[in-house]
């Protein structure tokens, strides 16, 4: 088994993970990332995207899938923090409400939108897509 | 008669205060309650960000970012963070009156500046003395979620990247030790060194490597940051409120049970008088 190593997740709301993992699977601006034990330190931001993007962590062996939305990841000696706006387990997703933000941003991204107001709803859109997306493949595997 | 009717009418009336007063206690303290726990947790997040954002400071890739730079001119935004509601004790003309004096400020050196309200309070208070806000938010500070921190923080941030605004600032009442603090005005943007001395670095910053680059790791960070911030200010200002109001109803509570202790004496010393005399006019009535 890999060596595990300190993985922190925060949110402001709530401390989402505490404790020992062997690995982490982010994505980032350019791709998706895998830290292990002994990675060199290192800050990079995490992003969502609605298409492919995953997070998972290696807990005991184990990948796990998760959502997370935009944030960054600071990798230190042997301890990982990883902080963003939000994170949730596949079976805490609200997925009605997913389904009701990506049915009411797809409609405004349709209308004329200034700039601002397209990227705040495009990036709405991508978290309500990664959600539904790993939500639903949670399903698949029950 | 016409006294014992009138103290018990008072009586009455007091009592039913009292009992709005009371249940408005609970209320405060429970909603206090919901959210103190939750600030823990925003610290802890907030110090993460500002850890790293020392070291990115520190480092000498980032020092002409648009996010540090002092500007030349001087455009303030203020964000005045206050309840929707009064009965909360001195809670919101303190936060109020410090607003008030940093508008004041701008005014008198006929500067423009762009004035965001949150709570209908400070809309109000705002509006009484002839000033107009420029945005107004009213119920948001009932429900301090990062939502609504989000919106006010995009805004914001808008409003600077467009060169409209050069500085943002956030008055809020900080929430210490159990209790409303006094009431600060602290600049969010831009950001400068020197608001992270108290903060440690993480690790020496020579080492870290920074994924794509320094400078587009602080542009995305700084979003965060902000919104953090605001965040955290909104719950500090919840938790304030709350507290001040649970203060503020539990004295009023307390007042009541005073008032009632005295009425209810005279009432007794009333009746007694009432019932005195009328024996002795009946009495005195058997000798005619």
């Known amino acids: 088994m890999p060596t595990p190593f300190q993985l922190d997740i925060l949110t402001p709301e709530r401390s989402f993970f505490s404790g020992e993992a062997q690995g982490v699977i982010v994505t980032t601006p350019d791709g998706e990332l895998c830290v292990l034990a002994h990675h060199a330190p290192m800050v990079t931001p995490v992003t969502v995207d609605g298409e492919t993007g995953s997070f998972h962590i290696n807990i005991d062996g184990v990948w796990k899938m998760a959502f997370i939305s935009e944030g960054f990841m600071e990798v230190g000696h042997n301890r990982t923090v990883i902080f963003t706006q939000a994170c949730e387990w596949p079976e805490d997703i609200d997925v009605q409400r997913a389904e009701e933000v990506k049915r009411r941003t797809e409609e405004k991204l ?24 790993i939500a639903h493949t949670q399903n698949l595997n029950k | 008669m016409q006294k014992t009717n009138e103290i018990r009418h008072h009586i009455s009336a007091v009592s039913e205060t009292r009992k709005i007063t009371n249940a408005m206690h609970l209320v405060a303290s429970a909603r206090a309650k919901k959210v103190i726990p939750k600030m823990e947790y925003n610290r802890l997040y907030m110090l993460q960000v500002q850890s790293v954002m020392k070291d990115l400071l520190l480092s000498p890739h980032i020092e002409r970012h648009r996010y540090i730079g002092k500007r030349t001119r001087k455009h303030k935004t203020f964000i005045v963070i206050s309840g929707d509601k009064g009965m909360a004790g001195s809670y919101n003309t303190a936060v109020l009156t410090l607003a008030l004096k940093e508008v004041t400020k ?3 050196a006929s500067h423009a500046y762009h004035l965001i309200t949150a709570g209908m309070m400070g809309e109000e208070f705002f509006r009484h003395r002839g000033i107009v806000p420029d945005k107004q938010l009213g119920g948001v500070t009932q429900d301090p979620s990062l939502y609504n921190a989000r919106q006010i923080a995009l805004d914001v941030l808008e409003r600077y990247d467009t060169k409209q605004t050069d500085q943002v600032f956030v008055i809020f009442t900080p929430f210490l030790n159990g ?8 600049r969010i943007l831009p950001v400068r060194i020197s608001d992270f001395r108290e903060i440690n670095e993480t690790e020496p910053a020579h080492e870290m490597l920074y994924h794509p680059s320094e400078s587009e790791v602080f542009r995305l960070l700084v979003p965060q940051y902000v919104v953090g911030y605001l965040f955290g200010a909104m719950m500090n200002s919840f938790a304030s409120e709350h507290t001040s109001r ?3 109803m539990q ?18 010393l009333a009746r007694q008088a009432a019932v005195t005399q009328e024996i002795a006019e009946i009495t005195s009535a058997m000798f005619i």
Do not use: F, W
């Open chain 1, 110 to 133: 349709r209308q004329q939108l200034s700039i601002r107001e397209y990227r705040t709803n495009k990036i709405a859109l991508a978290r309500a897509m990664a959600r539904l997306r």
């Open chain 2, 106 to 108: 701008e005014i008198t």
């Open chain 2, 179 to 186: 209790v409303a603090g006094e009431p600060v005005c602290h």
């Open chain 2, 246 to 248: 649970m203060l503020a």
């Open chain 2, 251 to 268: 004295s009023a509570t307390r007042n009541a049970d005073e008032m009632l202790d005295k009425l209810r004496q005279q009432y007794n």
